[in-house]
């Protein structure tokens, strides 16, 4: 019998944990450890801030799911990881102390390293819990005049939050008459090829953003905020009425026990999605060192690569799964959502959709994940 544990309870971790559990015999016992029950389906945080959709329709109770596919579920703080005696140290929650295993899973994600902005806890809104994405909601409910900054900082890896929630605001003050005294300008801190990862989607965007009438600043590195003006890298002061901004990714504190992390914290792993140096930790999602955006999408991929080459470990056949970065992702802004998908481990461009169906093909796929999950 095998002790898997897996770490986190978000794309990576549960997809890895549900797959562990079609894939090993009975014999096999699979934990999944986060330290909420929630499962957040963050895709639609943006949604939820503009009042799309309710609280409860972005949030899961993963427990009974986990038990119903015979994973146990601890809900309980991961703090250290000690991956030469395969022990994983849990600070406090349901379970405290120690818990061994054979085989782990790391899907902790990733840090929002807000400290690395100066004032950013004082004068920004983020949208990255559901808690910021409501507080962000309310701020714009209210916002009738002036002007909106919405950005990524360096090093934030998640631009489509920042477009979707730009296109949403316009459409909102549109409808609500109050368009023309509101400027809107999104702050890159690339160009915005290098923020998509690709020129066609960049293109279509630029596109579409001067079809909204809103302002593109590229290339300015937020470093400081006070209560409405942001200094950039260059020296410029943008002023604002009301700010909402990506903050900085760092990987999971945890990870740094793995001893092999890159500069900002993230995992090194192989193709197969194992630790770079470890016989039997493998990672997932967020928390591994890719380039270009850190997306949903690729968690699950990298997750049902990670468990497939765990189970034919256990089961000591050859692990002949591999990762292929590819980025999918959908902006939703109604009828001219745009739909992006490229193959990043290539030199190739991507392929670009525009339509009403990728909003809906958007929202389907949180539904399914609702069904299947709640
Ligand atoms: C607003 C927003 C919009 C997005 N839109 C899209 C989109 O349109 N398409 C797309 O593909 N992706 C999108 N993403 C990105 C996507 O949500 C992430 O890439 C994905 O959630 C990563 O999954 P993960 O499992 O690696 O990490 P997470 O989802 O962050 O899960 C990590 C889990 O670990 C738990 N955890 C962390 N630390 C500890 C600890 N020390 N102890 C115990 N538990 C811990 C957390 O509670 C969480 O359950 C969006 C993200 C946001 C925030």
Redesign the pocket.
């Given at each position: 019998m095998a002790k898997v544990l897996v770490?986190?309870?978000?794309?990576?971790?549960v997809v890895a944990a549900e797959r562990l559990a079609l894939l090993l015999g009975d014999e096999h016992q699979i934990t999944l450890?986060?330290?909420?029950r929630q499962f957040v389906f963050?895709?639609a945080?943006?949604r939820l801030a503009f009042g799309q959709c309710e609280k409860e329709d972005v949030s899961f109770d993963l427990r009974n799911t986990m038990l119903s596919r015979r994973i146990n579920f601890v809900d309980?703080?991961?703090a250290h990881v000690n991956p030469d005696e395969r022990k994983v140290t849990i600070a406090h929650g349901q379970v405290q102390g120690i818990l061994s295993y054979d085989y782990l899973v790391f899907?902790?994600?990733?840090r929002l390293a807000t400290e690395k902005i100066t004032g950013f806890y004082e004068h920004a809104h983020h949208?990255?819990n559901v808690d910021k994405a409501i507080t962000f909601g309310k701020a714009v409910a209210a916002f009738e005049q002036g002007r909106v900054v919405l950005g990524q900082c360096f090093g934030a890896r998640?631009p489509?939050?920042v477009y979707e929630s730009a296109f949403a605001l316009a459409r909102l003050l549109e409808s609500k008459g109050k368009r023309d005294g509101v400027r809107i300008t999104v702050v890159s801190p690339d160009t915005l090829e290098t923020e998509l990862a690709d020129a066609t989607a960049a293109a279509a965007l630029t596109e579409t953003l001067e079809t909204y009438n809103i302002e593109l600043l590229t290339n300015r590195r937020i470093q400081s905020l006070t209560q409405n003006s942001a200094t950039t890298n260059t020296g410029d002061a943008i002023d604002f009425n009301l700010l909402m901004l990506v903050p900085p990714f760092r990987g999971?504190s945890?990870a740094k026990y793995l001893g092999v992390t890159n500069d900002e914290g993230f995992i090194q792993v192989d193709a197969s999605m194992r630790v770079m140096g470890h016989q039997r930790i493998y990672a997932a999602?967020?928390?591994v060192n890719f380039a270009g955006p850190?997306?949903?999408?690729m968690?699950i991929r990298q997750a049902d690569v990670a468990a497939a080459n765990l189970a034919a470990e256990i089961d000591g056949q050859a692990r002949t799964a591999r990762y292929s970065h590819e980025m999918r992702?959908?902006l939703d802004q109604g009828e001219d959502s745009v739909y992006v998908h490229k193959d990043l481990s290539q030199n190739g461009t991507a392929t670009v959709r525009h339509g009403r169906f990728w909003s809906w093909a958007k929202e389907v796929q949180r539904k399914y994940w609702e069904a299947t999950h709640s």
């Open positions: 770490l986190g309870g978000g794309f990576g971790g450890v986060s330290r909420s963050y895709p945080l943006v309980a703080e991961v899907a902790l994600g990733r949208l990255l998640l489509v939050p999971s945890a999602g967020d928390c850190k997306m949903g999408h968690a992702y959908v």
